[in-house]
Each structure stands twice: as structure tokens, then as C-alpha cells.
């Protein structure tokens, strides 16, 4: 990518898409595109289609996103899936008819199915069913794979899906309900050490595995991959299945190729939030898929691998959350 090149980050103001725009202003990249919802409604296809006519960006990134943990995957299914299709249908379209060079779709490791073989492939996907309690949000997600293959099928585009792991980091939700498992548990420490709490309660058994990846090596690796030479990029758009008889999506895993129990987790945060009480496991509470950690060879392959440690990272997201409520 040229570093006068127009880029849109679609979804600048999450995890993600923030990330993004750091990582790109770090390397020196000046003309980037944001709006935020109030400027620009993705749901709207009249809207991203002027929007797309008058600034004509050369890349995007597709970061925006319906998103959320369980609990708000298991309260809002409807709107999960609709609003997930319709932001990505509406960007993946007008960029096609813009002539947007590059595509990068940001997914999430949901999309393959609960009892995937570990660590899980690209292949895995569509090999069988998914996690119920976030279904709408991941057949949205593959839908949007589909698209990127679809039109790179038909019209020659060269749009790359990518699938990271959990992410934490700056710029977490940490909302009580509405959170994921890393910024839920940075919560709920420091609340209980604030209040001199005896114990933490963690939802489930403590026994599922899950890998965690630092949202800012996250965008690098998206940052990385958009700026690979045509013929290792154009390596990764997947083939036509009814020419070459394999299953290859355009599809890369991102993630850090190790996971670690939930109960692990909740004891580094509790380090890094130093709080002194006990933990205790409701098992009443689901666990979620047993495990899930990703094949990243095929990212490995290419020369990209994570540069933030763990407990440096947990440091680092707890200084986020109380820069953020306070």
C-alpha cells in the first residue's frame, strides 16, 4: 500500500478498527478515511453507496461490526445477525463497484464449528455445527467469507478475510453485560478490590481453553497482510473449488498458536489487577465451547508473529480500563 493510498477503516472507533489506525498511522500512512456512525450509518446501502462514490478509497478495512460475549449474542439474535449482514453487504458491494483494491473482512474465530479439531484450520470451516449461543453472529461472519470469495470468483476482486482469536487490549468494552471474557474479569477484580472483596466469581468451570490475542499485534498483522507483494497476497484469496477441487477459502487465521484455561486467565488478571482474595468457579454458569485455538501456520508461513507477551499485555489492557473509568 502506498503511503499516500486512501484507506477506509470501517469501524474506527472499536478494539479493532482503532488499532487499525494507530498501527497505520505509526507507519506512516496519512490519508485515512473514518466516519463514525453518526456521520455515516453502515446499515444505510443509500449512504455507503454515495459515501463510496465521493471518496473512492483504494483500501479498506471492514472492522465494523454488531458485536459482543455470550450474554449479548443469547439476548439480541436477530439484530446480531441482520446488522452484521447488511454493514458487510452494503461495504463489500460499493467497494466492489468502486473499485477498491484491496478488501480486508475482519471475522472472529466463532465461525468454525464447536467440536473443530484443535488447533482449528482455514479448512475447518463449514465442517459442522457451530456454537448455538453465537450462531447468528458467526453464519453472518461466514457469509461475509462467502462474499469475499464470490466476488473475487466473479468479478476478479481481491478481498481477504481474516479470523482472529480473542482479542483484549485499548479501547475493550467492559461493559458488565455486553463484554467479552478478558475485559469482564478486569472488571470484576478491580470492583472487588475497590470494595475489599473476599472473592471473585467466575461464570463456568474454569476448565475451557482459550487463546488471547493483544489487539495492537492484531492490527499489525492486518497491516502486514494488506501490504504483502500481489503474488503472496493473491496466494491467499482462495481458489474456485469447481476448477480445482479443493477447499480453499480466502481465509487467515490470526492468533498466537497457544491458549490457556479459564482458570489460568482469571489468575493472571487477578495478578495484574493485584487483587488478594479467592476465586470461585459457579459451574451453574455455561462454559461455551470447550476450546479454541488457532491454526496459524499459514500466517507463521508468511513471516508475521505476535510481539506481545501475555502478562505484559493483561498490564497494559488494566491501565486501559482505568484510564477509561475514571
Not at 19 to 33: E, P, S
Not at 297 to 307: A, D, K, V
Request: proline fraction near 6%.
Amino acid at each position: 500500500m502506498d503511503k499516500n493510498a486512501k484507506i477506509y477503516v470501517a469501524g474506527h472507533r472499536g478494539m479493532v478498527g482503532s488499532a487499525i489506525v494507530r498501527n497505520l498511522q505509526a507507519k506512516g500512512y496519512t490519508n485515512i478515511v473514518t466516519r463514525t456512525h453518526q456521520e455515516l450509518d453502515l446499515i444505510n446501502q443509500a449512504a455507503v453507496d454515495l459515501f463510496f462514490e465521493q471518496e473512492k478509497p483504494d483500501y479498506v478495512f471492514l472492522a465494523a461490526a454488531k458485536v459482543g460475549g455470550i450474554i449479548a449474542n443469547n439476548t439480541y439474535p436477530a439484530q446480531f445477525i441482520r446488522e452484521n449482514l447488511v454493514i458487510q453487504t452494503n461495504i463489500i458491494h460499493a467497494a466492489y463497484v468502486n473499485n477498491v483494491k484491496r478488501l480486508m473482512f475482519l471475522g472472529s474465530s466463532c465461525i468454525y464449528p464447536r467440536m473443530a479439531p484443535q488447533p482449528m484450520s482455514e479448512e475447518c470451516l463449514l465442517t459442522g455445527p457451530l456454537e448455538p449461543t453465537n450462531r447468528p453472529y458467526a453464519l453472518a461472519k461466514i457469509a461475509g467469507i462467502e462474499m469475499c470469495w464470490s466476488y473475487n470468483r466473479q468479478y476478479g476482486t481481491k478481498y481477504l478475510a481474516v479470523m482472529p482469536t480473542n482479542l483484549y487490549g485499548p479501547g475493550d468494552n467492559y461493559h458488565p453485560e455486553n463484554s467479552h471474557v478478558i475485559p469482564a474479569l478486569i472488571r470484576k477484580f478491580h470492583e472487588a478490590k475497590i470494595a475489599n472483596d473476599p472473592t471473585v466469581t467466575v461464570w463456568g468451570t474454569g476448565t475451557p481453553k482459550r487463546e488471547f490475542l493483544y489487539s495492537e499485534d492484531m492490527a499489525d498483522a492486518c497491516v502486514f497482510l494488506s501490504n504483502l507483494p500481489d503474488d503472496k497476497y493473491e496466494s491467499l484469496l482462495g481458489s474456485d473449488e469447481s476448477k480445482t477441487g479443493k477447499f480453499e477459502p480466502p481465509l487467515v487465521n490470526i492468533g498466537v498458536g497457544d491458549d490457556v484455561t479459564i482458570k489460568e486467565l482469571a489468575e493472571a488478571v487477578m495478578k495484574a489487577v493485584q487483587f488478594e482474595g479467592e476465586i470461585v468457579f459457579d459451574s451453574s454458569k455455561p462454559d461455551g465451547t470447550p476450546r479454541k485455538l488457532m491454526d496459524t501456520t499459514r500466517l507463521n508461513g508468511i513471516g508475521w508473529h505476535p510481539s506481545m507477551g501475555f502478562s505484559e499485555g493483561l498490564a497494559r489492557a488494566y491501565d486501559d480500563f482505568k484510564s477509561q473509568s475514571h
